[in-house]
C-alpha cells in the first residue's frame, strides 16, 4: 500500500471540494494533524472512516485505497486487491499491539529480577543505589518505545463525545493513564476523559 499516493489523492480530492484539513477534521470527528498525518504519508485513515470519507468525496473504497481514480472495468479486480490490503494493514497493527506488550512484560520482568538481585547480592550503600537506578533507566526505556507503538495503531475514544483523539507522543506521554486508557483531551467537544484505546477489528 502506498501511503504517498494515498496522501497527495486525499489532499487532491480535498482541495477540489474546497475544504480545509480543519473542516475535514471536523467533519470525521478526527484531529487536524491526523488529516495532515495521512496527507503527508505517515499514515492512512483507520478502517471505519473510510466509508466517510467515501461519502465526502464521492468516490469509491478501492479509490480511496489506490489513490487514484478509476476506470470500472478495473474497479473489480482492484477491489479485491484493497479488501487484501486493508487486512495487511490490521494484520500489522495487532503484530505492533503484541510487541508493545511483549516489550512491557520483559521490561517488567527484568527490572523486578535486577531488583530482587540487588537487594540480596549488593551491599547496601552507593553501589546498591546506583545499581537501582540503572535499572529504572533500563526499564524505563523499553516502555518509551512501547508507548510510540501504543500510539501508532488504533485510536482513543473519548468518553463524552465518542469521537477519535489521535494524540502526539508528547502528548501521550505526559497523560495521567492505567494501562491503555489515558487521560486526554477531546480536539472534538475540548473535555477532558478517560479514553480507552481501541483496535479496529
Known amino acids: ?10 489532499a487532491e480530492e480535498r482541495k477540489d471540494k474546497g475544504l480545509t484539513q480543519a473542516k475535514l477534521a471536523e467533519q470525521l470527528f478526527v484531529s487536524e494533524k491526523t488529516v495532515s498525518k495521512w496527507e503527508n504519508g505517515k499514515g492512512v485513515p483507520e478502517t471505519d472512516l473510510l466509508p466517510k470519507i467515501c461519502e465526502i468525496f464521492e468516490i469509491e473504497i478501492n479509490e480511496l485505497l489506490s489513490g487514484e481514480k478509476i476506470q470500472k472495468e478495473d474497479a473489480r479486480q482492484k477491489e479485491t486487491l484493497i479488501l487484501d490490503m486493508a487486512k495487511e494493514i490490521e494484520q500489522k497493527n495487532k503484530v505492533i499491539w503484541s510487541s508493545m506488550w511483549v516489550i ?5 520482568v527484568v527490572l523486578l ?5 540487588t537487594a540480596f547480592f549488593i551491599p547496601k550503600g552507593v553501589w546498591q543505589i546506583v545499581a537501582i537506578v540503572l535499572l529504572c533507566v533500563v526499564f524505563l526505556l523499553p516502555c518509551f518505545y512501547a508507548l510510540k507503538l501504543e500510539v501508532s495503531v488504533g485510536k482513543y475514544k473519548c468518553k463524552k463525545c465518542g469521537s ?3 494524540p502526539s507522543y508528547s ?3 505526559c497523560a495521567m493513564h ?9 480536539p472534538k ?11 479496529d477489528k
Open 1 to 10: 500500500m502506498d501511503y504517498i499516493k494515498i496522501g497527495k489523492f486525499i
Open 104 to 108: 512491557i512484560s520483559v521490561s517488567l
Open 113 to 117: 529480577s535486577g531488583l530482587l538481585i
Open 164 to 166: 477519535e483523539i489521535v
Open 171 to 173: 502528548q501521550a506521554l
Open 178 to 186: 492505567y494501562g491503555t486508557t489515558r487521560y486526554l483531551k477531546c
Open 189 to 199: 467537544c475540548n473535555k477532558h476523559s478517560w479514553c480507552k484505546k481501541e483496535l
